[in-house]
Nanobody, 126 residues
Framework: QVQLVESGGGLVQAGGSLRLSCAASGRTFSSYAMGWFRQAPGKDREFVAAINEIGRITNYANAVKGRFTISRDNAKNTLTLQMNSLKPEDTAVYYC???????????????????WGQGTQVTVSS
């Protein structure tokens, strides 16, 4: 089992940047595909970005493509989401998620993930 803890959320003005981190416990981080999801008040949780277990393949939601970058450092058991050019509509609780796999694929469905962090709040002001 893997435990996930997000950090780096906060309040930022529109056009600004934030970097979210997800720290994973255990010694098998490289055996997990990872993803970022977000949930705004009154809305369903939605896909943001995903990365395969090696870190070579990524996928992004259209709403964040070109602005957000997902990356991982398997030596440090960390997942990162660099968020640039933030917009008020990016305001949400952001969650990291993990699913154990050796497929080399990325996963965009919520139901594909077995482990979730507690979430970190991102607020973008106008």
């Amino acid at each position: 089992q893997v435990q996930l803890v997000e950090s780096g959320g906060g309040l930022v003005q529109a056009g600004g940047s934030l970097r979210l981190s997800c720290a994973a416990s255990g010694r098998t981080f490289s055996s997990y595909a990872m993803g970022w999801f977000r949930q705004a008040p009154g809305k369903d949780r939605e896909f943001v970005a995903a990365i395969n277990e090696i870190g070579r393949i990524t996928n992004y939601a259209n709403a964040v493509k070109g602005r957000f970058t997902i990356s991982r450092d398997n030596a440090k058991n960390t997942l990162t989401l660099q968020m640039n050019s933030l917009k008020p509509e990016d305001t949400a609780v952001y969650y990291c998620a993990a699913t154990r796999t050796d497929s080399g694929r990325v996963y965009v469905r919520l139901s594909s993930y077995d482990y979730w962090g507690q979430g970190t709040q991102v607020t973008v002001s106008s």
